[in-house]
């Protein structure tokens, strides 16, 4: 990067800082103007105080990043985009800055190579604060040469965009006008995250009202993959962007270990569904021993036979657990009125509402209640599940000493629970006591503002404007999280669209987590069936999708591959056979070196000879990156430790992870 250009270009950017500060000078002006305009009539004031403080908290966002990239045109003109756009009263108002959410600013996100849309080049901008740091381009419009020397050049630690290079077949996909689901299948390396994350950046800008809004999850199959691709999306859509691995789900829990392979399987089918069907009925108990109830007067006893009536009641009211308490309870309250009534006496059965009112209130029945069909949590029901009451569900395979040592699987299994078991009214009371200490702490700040020594009688006061309860939403609204923040922390989230990357290794069960959080089946669906190691991931996408879609989804294949060189792919034809012998190989771009197998005493060699060629990994079943681990990744060289001790899957994994040398590594005995 030359730094005459840098220079200009920091010099072109302090300028349009230049012109926000004299921006915001104006927009305060007016603000001071109209809150102290003692003529106006209130109702026009407060519009127009809103208005001016709105452009001033909009100038202020803009002062980070506001000027992030450039596009050069086919006629020779030039375009700065930004967060705001910003124009030359001096000048005729001349266009200095284009918003972004401009129609003319679109070519900055969605031109790419093979639709190079009238540019020659898009600039993005690093700065930091109002300081230009660097600046890199994406010369549009290329030929082949520069397809292959972007393939040949060594990769790093983290996914490079390929906006500049998309060939044909993949740029269809990221720019599919498809609202449902559309499935991207192909071999290895033939693009498919990096078309997928392409695709996000593509509907972040053309769908943008609802995305920025709803956000978009991404879901990858592990923390290195979503670190390794992180970098990928423009910095505009990462507030937008939710990255997470299945173990994330579950708002809270971060779970990396694995479960054994009979666990993985029996947690991530179907029967699942039953199993915490059957854990939550287990919490609807009858007292071993009838359970006293002090009245006033008598004392009765919840036993068994009305424990049982009410069970059934609550359950026949198709209320989930936390929310079908109150239904047990009162059907409690009212099996206890008769036999109440009997030990009063026979002629007191006037003072039944009487009873019913005291039965209602009473705290020993609540304690009852609470012991019979206890307020539960997702995190409760499985750690108890887990650790003991799985052998009186029928599941001993469950037990674990420590319940709450999430796994992965567990994640999904969490989720079910927390829809099983709905909103506890307890939680629900939380917010609302919550949202009264906001409205509380709202009138606080309005009583200081209101007492400011520093105003005059006439002057408007701030409780003329607002009330409590507006700004406690205010405060409300700028919860200061993104949305992508927001939306990660809650589990009800709907996205606007999902985003999943190594499908063939979902879980039914994490299906259908995904499905909760994607009401509208706005889901690129990425994968590739050959590579599935999970026994209980996919076997057709066809099986995985119809429950949810029926055959309303799209399908597209990427057939080159444009990481592994054909020898490699020619070395793993093998492996791929074994999977599965009618998949098809994708055609490398590439020819390469051939692998080279070789015997060795320990790997220390092998250490030793990697760290003289760029990025490397070691792959094996104990030791280096496990074949699950490296899913999504590739290094120049690929060292294969050992690789009859993996299954053919995992072996074709590994080595087509590939882009330069594969070594083949036997240790010898
Ligand atoms: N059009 C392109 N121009 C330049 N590089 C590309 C292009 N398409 C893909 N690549 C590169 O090819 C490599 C493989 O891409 P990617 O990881 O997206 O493939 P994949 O299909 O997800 O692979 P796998 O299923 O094996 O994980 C990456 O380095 C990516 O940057």
Redesign the pocket.
């Known amino acids: 990067m030359a730094t005459g250009e840098l220079s200009t270009e920091q010099q072109r950017i302090s300028s349009l800082y230049d012109r926000l500060d004299r921006e915001r000078a104006a927009a305060k002006a007016a603000l001071d103007a109209a809150l102290r305009d003692p003529h106006e009539r209130r109702v026009h004031r407060e519009v127009a105080v809103r208005t001016w403080s709105e452009q001033l908290g909009r100038l202020k966002v803009a002062e980070e990043g506001l000027c992030f990239g450039r596009t050069d045109h086919t006629d020779g003109s030039r375009r700065y985009i930004g967060r705001i756009g910003l124009s030359d009263p001096a000048d005729d108002y001349r266009p200095l800055l284009t918003d972004w959410r401009a129609p003319v600013a679109r070519p900055f996100y969605t031109a790419t190579g093979a639709h190079p849309e009238g540019l020659t080049r898009r600039r993005h901008f690093r700065t930091r604060g109002r300081r230009l740091e660097g600046f890199h381009d994406d010369e549009l419009g290329l030929a082949d040469a520069a ?1 292959r020397e ?2 040949d050049a060594p ?1 790093g630690g983290t ?2 965009d ?1 906006v500049a ?3 044909a077949e ?1 740029d269809e996909v990221i720019r599919l006008d498809h609202r449902g689901v559309l499935v991207v299948e ?10 997928a994350l392409h695709r996000v950046a593509y509907l972040l800008y053309t769908r943008r009202e609802r995305l920025a809004r709803q956000g978009v999850l991404v879901v990858g199959p592990n923390a290195g993959f979503l670190r390794y691709i992180g970098d990928v999306l423009p910095s505009l859509g990462e507030t937008d962007v939710v990255f997470a691995a299945p173990g994330e789900l579950f708002p809270g829990v971060r779970a990396v270990r694995e479960d054994t392979l009979e666990l993985r399987g029996l947690k991530g089918g179907l029967a699942a569904v039953d199993l915490l069907r059957e854990a939550v009925a287990d919490r609807q108990e009858l007292p071993e021993r009838p359970i006293p109830v002090e009245l006033e007067d008598v004392t009765v006893h919840v036993d068994a036979s009305a424990a049982l009536y009410a069970r059934d009641r609550a359950r026949a009211s198709g209320l989930r657990h936390n929310e079908a308490r109150q239904v047990f309870h009162d059907a409690l309250a009212d099996a206890l009125v008769e036999p109440a009534l009997a030990l009063i006496g026979p002629d007191w059965a006037e003072l039944a509402d009487d009873v019913r009112r005291e039965l209602g209130d009473s705290p020993d029945l609540r304690r009852a209640v609470d012991a019979l069909w206890p307020p539960l949590t997702p995190r409760r029901l499985l750690a108890d599940l887990y650790e003991g009451r799985c052998f009186a569900v029928g599941y001993p395979e469950l037990y674990r000493a420590d319940g709450s040592a999430w796994t992965v699987s567990d994640v999904p299994l969490l989720d079910e629970a927390a829809e099983l078991l709905g909103t506890s009214d307890e939680a629900e009371r939380a917010a609302e006591r919550e949202r009264a200490e906001q409205v509380e702490y709202a009138r606080g700040v309005l009583e200081v503002v209101d007492t400011d020594p520093e105003l005059h009688e006439d002057e408007l006061r701030a409780v003329d404007l607002v009330d409590a309860e507006w700004l406690a939403d205010r405060h409300e609204a700028r919860d200061h999280r993104t949305t992508a923040e927001r939306a990660a922390a809650d589990r009800e989230w709907t996205y606007g669209h999902v985003v999943v ?2 499908a063939q290794e979902l879980s039914e069960m994490e299906w259908r987590v995904l499905m909760r959080r994607s009401p509208n089946r706005s889901m690129t669906v ?1 994968g ?1 069936l050959a ?1 599935r190691q999970a026994e209980a991931g996919a076997r057709s996408w066809d099986a995985v999708l119809s429950p949810y879609v029926g055959d309303r989804w799209v399908h597209r294949r ?1 057939t080159v591959n ?2 592994t060189p054909a020898a490699v792919m020619d070395y793993a034809a093998s492996s791929l056979a074994l999977v599965d012998p009618s998949a098809e190989q994708p055609v490398s771009v590439r020819r390469g070196e051939s692998p080279v197998e070789m015997e060795v005493d320990d790997l220390a060699v092998v250490w030793r000879l990697c760290a003289e060629s760029g990025t490397f990994a070691v792959i094996g079943v104990d030791g280096g990156l496990s074949p699950r681990e490296a ?2 990744l ?1 290094f120049d060289t690929v060292v294969v430790v050992e690789p009859e001790r993996m299954t053919a899957a995992e072996r074709y ?1 590994a080595f ?2 590939a ?1 330069q040398r594969l070594v083949v590594v036997r240790l010898k005995r």
Not at 186 to 195: E, L, Q
């Open positions: 397809l972007a393939l990769r996914m490079r390929i290079t998309i060939q993949q192909g071999g290895p390396g033939t693009g498919k995250t990096a078309v990357d190594e990425v590739d590579q990427l444009y990481r899913k999504g590739e994994v087509t992870r882009t």
